[in-house]
């Protein structure tokens, strides 16, 4: 296959727009925070706490919209095993927006803190805090190595060009904005994404839908014509492994850094909460395209087209449907702008996880953990080589493991099973406390690692009720692989049993050395004998303009140094006289 001349420059313009917005965004907003004397590195992390609706609104609906949650939509309703019923990422994105909005946004934004493991440091303390970072990291960097290797693919469908250097450019360009200009930059390249994904795919779908071989979706929704309807089904023997999935789409899209670093950025907590709901909107309008864009796949006669005559599902290429639609059912300069677009906005999308995580290393492990003394400056350049560090990290691991998906489901599994129950503990459970923490994060741990995981060929050591043998039969070469399939909802129950042994245990342990049956000594941990510190003044600056009755008084799991830390005892009163004897004295 030739280099197609027309693919190339539309990825080029593209390419150039996203380099030029995110720089322009990083001059713009270069000053930004400086009158008030914010932190240079909470500027990176957060912006200046100033993000508006407009542009708020699209950076938070970008939180999930990007090259995976295009392409994954459309996957599913094509598959003939799924279809639409099974498409779940759109409807189960847009719930985690509404609930994290409902629950989750105004306290955490309201506290003034900077990353999403700040209230777990602050009552768990800094061991806890690093263990509740590795799956936090894992989930940023196997999403930002995911998008990286979808792209790939998307690319080589457009043109015929060295696939590792295009995935080692489109990073490059990202982290380069990343570096210059941190959460301001991620955020207005997240308008440009999400404005390409949406003219990119709405101008391709009317041409690929009036393609000679493409039948009636209206029907093909119904019955089948070329393959199995398109809308799906969902087997009563699947049920509860639906309700299991989507309840991890629901509750476990909360816990990330990715969208906390929008709620924290938000100029207010009701702001937070706002944008959480307009990205709710914008989840579910932004899936329209890919859904279309499956069903067409889903009822087009391949035989017909340029593709051949063996359709995608048969050469297990089922999870290139979008490109392939766009490439091979529309007019070459209709295909081109449109994959151009969509190349452009995956390679986008990778920049925001790659912040986070980043972000999270030079604050809760490097500066809370390690340094305490840290200057800003200092602060500044870890976080710079981290997102240099991790985003070639997300790189490598696209280009070589084949198994990237399954090591972020896996991931995103543990996202749920283990932090979001530590999430709810911390913000809504009054007397937990670290004991209690670590019990619930190997509960969680041994709960869903003993499942198994297909993706990763990882077999099950605990055979949950209902579980049943599958085959996978690969297509091109003819192997028949077998796997476990739980259909027990698993999932879920390792969640709530990690919730619930955090509860348990930490009552208990508080019990036990309080009542004298234990003795103090052997509180090795300190996280039941210690001075309490009701610390309202959390990590907040007086920009914030925070309601203090909105506080909650948390119990900190550190000793005097650290504690100086996190505590600001100088501001954060309505009329900027407080202190934390004062406060402490409101109770």
Do not use: C
């Given at each position: 296959?030739?280099?197609?001349?027309?693919?190339?420059?539309?990825?080029?313009?593209?390419?150039?727009?996203?380099?030029?917005?995110?720089?322009?965004?990083?001059?713009?907003?270069?000053?930004?925070?400086?009158?008030?004397?914010?932190?240079?590195?909470?500027?990176?992390?957060?912006?200046?706490?100033?993000?508006?609706?407009?542009?708020?609104?699209?950076?938070?609906?970008?939180?999930?919209?990007?090259?995976?949650?295009?392409?994954?939509?459309?996957?599913?309703?094509?598959?003939?095993?799924?279809?639409?019923?099974?498409?779940?990422?759109?409807?189960?994105?847009?719930?985690?927006?509404?609930?994290?909005?409902?629950?989750?946004?105004?306290?955490?934004?309201?506290?003034?803190?900077?990353?999403?493991?700040?209230?777990?440091?602050?009552?768990?303390g800094k061991r806890m805090g690093g263990l509740l970072f590795i799956p936090a990291l894992m989930g940023e960097i196997f999403w930002s190595a995911a998008i990286l290797s979808a792209l790939g693919a998307t690319l080589s469908v457009i043109v015929d060009i060295d696939i590792n250097m295009s995935v080692i450019i489109s990073a490059m360009i990202a982290i380069f904005y990343t570096l210059v200009g941190g959460l301001y930059s991620v955020a207005y390249t997240d308008v440009v994404q999400l404005f390409c994904i949406f003219l990119g795919l709405w101008i391709s779908v009317p041409f690929a839908l009036s393609n000679p071989a493409v039948a009636d979706i209206g029907v093909s929704a119904k019955r089948p014509v070329y393959q199995a309807a398109w809308l799906g089904k969902i087997d009563s023997s699947e049920t509860w492994m639906w309700v299991d999935n989507f309840c991890l789409l629901m509750l476990g899209g909360i816990p990330w850094q990715v969208y906390f670093q929008r709620v924290l950025s938000a100029s207010s907590a009701t702001y937070a909460q706002v944008l959480s709901f307009l990205a709710a909107f914008g989840c579910l309008v932004m899936a329209v395209p890919s859904v279309l864009i499956g069903a067409i796949g889903a009822s087009t006669d391949w035989n017909q087209t340029s593709y051949g005559a063996v359709a995608p599902k048969d050469k297990d290429e089922s999870d290139m449907i979008l490109p392939i639609v766009l490439q091979h059912l529309c007019p070459s300069y209709i295909s081109f702008f449109g994959l151009g677009a969509v190349s452009a906005a995956v390679m986008s999308s990778a920049d925001s996880s790659i912040l986070s995580a980043s972000s999270m290393f030079a604050r809760n492990i490097y500066q809370l953990a390690f340094r305490q003394s840290a200057s800003d400056r200092e602060i500044v350049w870890?976080?710079?080589?981290?997102?240099?560090?991790?985003?070639?990290?997300?790189?490598?691991m696209a280009l070589l493991t084949g198994t990237v998906y399954g090591l972020w489901y896996l991931s995103s599994d543990l996202v749920y099973v283990i932090i979001f129950p530590q999430l709810l503990c911390v913000l809504f459970i009054k007397g937990t406390n670290t004991y209690?923490?670590?019990?619930?994060?190997?509960?969680?741990?041994?709960?869903?690692?003993?499942?198994?995981?297909?993706?990763?060929?990882?077999?099950?050591?605990?055979?949950?009720?209902?579980?049943?043998?599958?085959?996978?039969?690969?297509?091109?070469?003819?192997?028949?692989?077998?796997?476990?399939?739980?259909?027990?909802?698993?999932?879920?129950?390792?969640?709530?049993?990690?919730?619930?042994?955090?509860?348990?245990f930490s009552y208990l342990t508080k019990y036990l050395f309080e009542s004298g049956t234990v003795s103090h000594k052997y509180d090795f941990l300190d996280a039941v004998h210690r001075t309490e510190i009701m610390d309202k003044t959390t990590l907040v600056g007086n920009q914030d303009n925070i309601i203090l009755s909105e506080m909650a008084p948390v119990k900190q799991a550190v000793g005097g140094a650290r504690a100086g830390t996190f505590n600001n005892v100088d501001v954060l009163s309505d009329d900027g006289e407080s202190s934390a004897e004062s406060l402490q004295n409101e109770e």
């Open positions: 296959m030739a280099i197609h001349a027309e693919g190339l420059v539309a990825i080029v313009i593209f390419y150039l727009l996203i380099l030029f917005v995110g720089i322009w965004a990083a001059w713009k907003n270069k000053d930004s925070g400086a009158g008030e004397g914010a932190d240079r590195s909470e500027i990176i992390m957060v912006g200046g706490r100033d993000i508006g609706l407009f542009v708020g609104g699209f950076t938070m609906t970008a939180t999930w919209v990007g090259g995976g949650y295009i392409n994954g939509t459309a996957e599913y309703v094509y598959l003939p095993d799924s279809g639409l019923a099974w498409a779940q990422a759109p409807f189960g994105y847009a719930m985690s927006l509404v609930v994290g909005g409902l629950f989750f946004a105004k306290p955490m934004r309201s506290r003034g803190y900077v990353t999403m493991l700040d209230p777990f440091q602050q009552l768990y870890v976080m710079r080589i981290t997102i240099f560090v991790f985003g070639s990290l997300a790189t490598a209690g923490s670590v019990a619930g994060y190997v509960f969680g741990l041994i709960l869903r690692i003993g499942g198994g995981e297909p993706y990763l060929k990882l077999p099950p050591f605990i055979y949950y009720p209902g579980w049943i043998t599958q085959e996978k039969i690969h297509h091109l070469t003819g192997d028949v692989e077998y796997f476990v399939q739980q259909r027990f909802p698993f999932k879920s129950m390792s969640m709530l049993a990690s919730f619930l042994a955090n509860i348990t």
